[in-house]
């Protein structure tokens, strides 16, 4: 629907309904309404687990003295793993021809990314894939629907069972748009290509059956209206799989859709202390996949200009639950840390994304978080440090979304288009994004100039708010964005204050929506580390140390992440006819005034807390 034709709904709250308080750690106090808000649990529950070593390569054949192709060694020694072990991956560089496949409960480990290394050579799929066994046919929904239920009715639970998942789903409500300024998102949906109607969704893992009553491990994250055809659809994922301790790169841009890592289907797998580079399409791709954890990794560069596709970092790509991306290096990447399509729950906390690069020549700030296509809601990102920041409305909506805690510089020096001028906006939620949350963060840099949030379109600013595509100009198009937000203790570097939302009484911002203590991997740094209320206002983040090469004065680091230094990108032997090569690999220092911009792109929603959807 188009904006102007957009009938807008107040949420629709019960009266004298009272919303149950959310378990767990402080959620802060009155800042974010428990109907904009769950309380976020992302991850492998324990921790990710430790496989002993199995089977390695070289027992199958495979040399990393040589320049031989060592596919059919790495699936045989794949196959042969037995589950709950580990496929050892010595030092040495191994070359493959076509990717890995991975569809049992094993992992694949080296001995750290600067000794094995993994290079693709083919021209066509990715690198290593982790991959489920696709889903089931959906059944109705009867009841218990509410936020915040774990217990729902069916009219068919013949085909679910404990310890399996399910996605949950209906028809879209008011909150969603698939159209945006790219066209529709059809592949946003259930079942790609063509399910465009069901872009809200969750996945849960299943606890219990009994008749027609299916327990579920997670609440509900929003309302699924009766009225709206909900339903549950099994999933039937792989578990408990995961990469360690490698390096991946893919040697050419080749043709189709090729991603380093494919997680499709897959509940409670993992990526540690892995390291990518040049990716065409994705770094990390999850697909429908529930509760796993990418962590203390880099992610760097891409093939050619970084078009529109190409080099993103952490991709979640339709319906994703309870993922945990945490303590990663993102550098040159088109977008780091980003939806498409209908994410809930998940977290992006603590990483560290560079010199985001995209289109090169246009000079542009890229966003490294965004959301990009109909519709995540639900989603928090936490103490990262980013360039900048793009709720887009390339694919359509989201909504019901947090970032607490972040700093957003609002520049960027990408090797190939180091003087960026254009889109300057640390902050950009573009149309068909409502009901956001923005918490505690910093926003820009010392020196920072523009406006903070002007009345029509500037290249400048640390607010852009409700502009229906890139490029536009004159006042917003979507008075419903800025009607909806809410603002609180955001400090910026034009006003060199932070801003309070007045209607809001509790100054006290949370240090944390998804931890109860600081985490191991801080060691003895300060933590929380970036929030209006802290001197100074951002402190050391472990991502960003390892980058930089900087060893916190904790005494001994930790020597089960690799420190990594700014690289330059593998050498590329081939490129497409009339495609730059890519990035130089120069790991520019950013200038202290240095400035960037981006293009936009994404939605989701939620609702009251007390069985009552939120609707615009």
Not at 382 to 407: C, K, P, Q
């Amino acid at each position: 629907m188009t904006i102007a034709g957009r009938q807008w709904m107040k949420a629709a709250l019960v009266l004298g309904c009272l919303a149950a308080a959310l378990a767990g750690r402080d959620l802060g106090g009155q800042i974010i309404p428990p109907e904009r808000m769950i309380d976020w649990a992302p991850g492998i529950p324990g921790g990710i687990p430790a496989y002993p070593d199995g089977p390695s390569v070289t027992d199958h054949g495979a040399d990393g003295t040589d320049e031989n192709d060592d596919t059919a060694a790495f699936q045989a020694a794949i196959d042969a793993c037995p589950e709950g072990q580990a496929v050892r991956v010595p030092a040495g560089t191994y070359y493959l021809s076509s990717g890995l496949s991975i569809e049992k409960s094993i992992v694949l480990r080296g001995e750290g990314p600067a000794s094995s290394r993994l290079i693709a050579t083919g021209s066509s799929g990715g690198i290593v894939a982790l991959e489920g066994s696709g889903s089931g046919d959906p059944v109705a929904v009867t009841g218990g629907t509410d936020k915040g239920s774990t217990s729902v009715t069916v009219a068919d639970a013949s085909d679910l069972s404990a310890g399996g998942y399910v996605r949950i789903h209906q028809d879209n409500s008011s909150l969603v748009d698939t159209v945006g300024c790219g066209g529709e998102c059809t592949w946003c949906g259930d079942d790609w290509p063509n399910d465009p109607d069901h872009t809200m969704s969750q996945i849960v893992p299943v606890a219990s059956v009994e008749g027609s009553t299916v327990t579920l491990g997670r609440p509900l994250y929003t309302a699924f209206e009766a009225g709206s055809n909900p339903e549950l659809k099994p999933y039937f994922m792989l578990e408990r799989a995961g990469i360690e301790d490698i390096y991946l790169e893919m040697q050419t841009p080749g043709d189709g859709e090729r991603d380093i890592v494919n997680l499709s289907g897959c509940a409670h797998c993992w990526l540690r202390n892995v390291e990518t580079g040049r990716a065409r399409n994705a770094h990390v791709r999850l697909t429908h996949s529930y509760g796993c954890e990418i962590r203390d990794s880099y992610f760097h560069h891409g093939h050619g200009d970084y078009g529109g596709g190409w080099a993103y970092g952490v991709f979640l790509f339709g319906s994703n639950s309870d993922n945990l991306i945490e303590n990663n290096i993102f550098h040159v990447t088109r977008h780091a840390m980003v939806y498409e399509g209908g994410g809930s729950g998940n977290v992006f906390g603590y990483n560290y994304s560079k010199d985001p690069q995209g289109n090169v020549g246009s000079h542009w700030l890229f966003s490294d978080v965004s959301t990009h296509g109909a519709h995540p809601y639900m989603n928090l990102w936490e103490g990262n440090i980013a360039a900048h920041v793009s709720l887009d409305n390339e694919w359509g909506s989201s909504s019901h979304n947090t970032l607490l805690r972040n700093w957003i510089e609002n520049r960027a020096a990408p090797p190939d288009d180091p003087t960026i001028t254009t889109g300057l906006h640390a902050v950009e939620v573009m149309a068909n994004n409502i009901h956001e949350n923005f918490v505690g963060n910093v926003l820009c840099h010392e020196g920072c100039t523009g406006t903070v949030e002007p009345p029509e379109m500037e290249d400048e600013t640390i607010w852009t708010l409700g502009y229906e595509c890139d490029g536009d100009s004159g006042p917003p198009d979507d008075p419903e964005v800025a009607a909806t937000i809410l603002r609180h203790g955001n400090f910026n570097y034009i006003d060199n204050a932070a801003q309070w939302d007045p209607a809001i009484a509790d100054h006290a911002i949370p240090s944390s929506y998804y931890l109860d203590a600081r985490p191991a991997f801080f060691e003895c740094r300060p933590w929380p580390a970036i929030g209006p209320d802290l001197d100074p206002l951002v402190g050391s983040l472990p991502a960003r140390d390892r980058f930089e090469g900087v060893t916190y004065p904790c005494g001994e680091p930790d020597e089960s992440v690799e420190t990594v230094e700014p690289v330059d990108p593998p050498a590329e032997t081939d490129t497409e006819p009339g495609v730059d090569p890519g990035p130089d690999g120069a790991a520019d220092t950013v200038p202290e005034d240095g400035a960037a911009d981006t293009a936009a792109e994404g939605e989701g929603g939620g609702d009251s807390g007390c069985g009552c959807s939120l609707a615009r």
